[in-house]
């Protein structure tokens, strides 16, 4: 009787230590967070490159369009 | 510029910012991650020298036939020089407080970058000082050249003629010393590539820019005529 006690003590001590350890180790999309979460900050620099050439492209197309409309000013006067 | 290599220049900086942070490179001491500065800091100076030397083409076009067209391409690639080129040195320091421990030294490498620096920054003194459109494009043009054979001994080969605290400097091979496999130049590379794309194109916008000024100038001129 008391060694079944003892058995019953022993796998629900077992069975809360694994619990614990689950909790600890808890598997999430981790992805964003390995490797001391260098992807967090590649994605920041990333969305600033992006942010900055998406700029510099806006940039581009105001000029074309501005020497759009200087080449075709003139030929309106005339 | 085409349009495509636009695409290729953004292409590459981008591959560059996540292989450049994600990619192995070699584990020493001191360096540590740091090592991925060669990544960022060095093209910005292979970008510089670059843009530099096709502003010292379109000076040296000018010289030979004065067009206004050379003169806005030597000042436009110049202009974006001197900023890559401060971006070089800004970068440097805070790679130098970490790796060095102190923000700027005395050394060969960094006092060199400084004056070419100066030396170019003197490009647009020039510029700004001389009122006769003529005039400022011959005599800047011809301060180009000198100023393009200041930088690169001052750069490129006073510091490896005496010792530096530099990589590449004080007999060193290049960066040969980081390069304990070669999967560093598969970033590197297309690094340099990628970032002098990127100024170039910069600088294209600042040549239309100024052809626009010139143009819008023209009017106003007609206008008043």
Do not use: C
Request: without cysteine; positive net charge; glycine residues 6%.
């Amino acid at each position: 009787m008391q060694s079944t006690l003892k058995h019953l003590l022993l796998v629900f001590l077992v069975v809360i230590s694994f619990a614990s350890q689950a909790q600890q180790q808890a598997e999430m999309a981790d992805t964003m967070r390995s490797n001391g979460k260098i992807y967090v900050v590649v994605g920041i620099i990333l969305i600033i490159i992006a942010g900055l050439f998406v700029y510099l492209f806006s940039l581009d197309k105001k000029v074309s369009r501005l020497e759009k409309s200087i080449t075709e000013k003139p030929r309106k006067t005339k | 510029m085409k349009t495509w290599l636009k695409i290729v220049a953004v292409a590459l900086v981008v591959y560059v910012h996540i292989g450049g942070l994600l990619f192995d490179v070699p584990r020493l001491n001191i360096l540590n991650e740091t090592i991925r500065n060669l990544y960022f800091h060095v093209p910005m100076w292979f970008g510089m020298t670059g843009l530099f030397s096709i502003s010292l083409y379109h000076s040296i076009r000018y010289l030979r036939n004065p067009t206004l067209e050379s003169d806005h391409k030597a000042v436009a690639f110049a202009t974006t020089g001197i900023v890559f080129g401060l971006l070089g040195i800004f970068t440097g320091m805070l790679w130098a407080n970490f790796a060095w421990g102190t923000f700027w030294t005395g050394d060969p490498k960094l006092n060199g970058a400084a004056i070419a620096t100066l030396v170019y920054l003197a490009y647009f003194v020039l510029r700004g000082s001389v009122d006769s459109q003529e005039q400022r494009s011959r005599l800047s043009a011809v301060y180009n050249i000198f100023a393009y054979a200041a930088m690169v001994p001052l750069i490129f080969i006073i510091p490896r003629l005496s010792s530096s605290l530099h990589p590449g400097s004080g007999g060193n091979p290049g960066f040969n010393v980081y390069d304990l496999d070669s999967k560093m130049r598969m970033v590197f590379y297309p690094a340099v590539i990628g970032w002098f794309l990127v100024g170039y194109w910069i600088s294209t916008l600042r040549i239309r820019i100024l052809a626009l000024e010139e143009k819008t100038a023209e009017l106003d001129y007609a206008k008043h005529a």
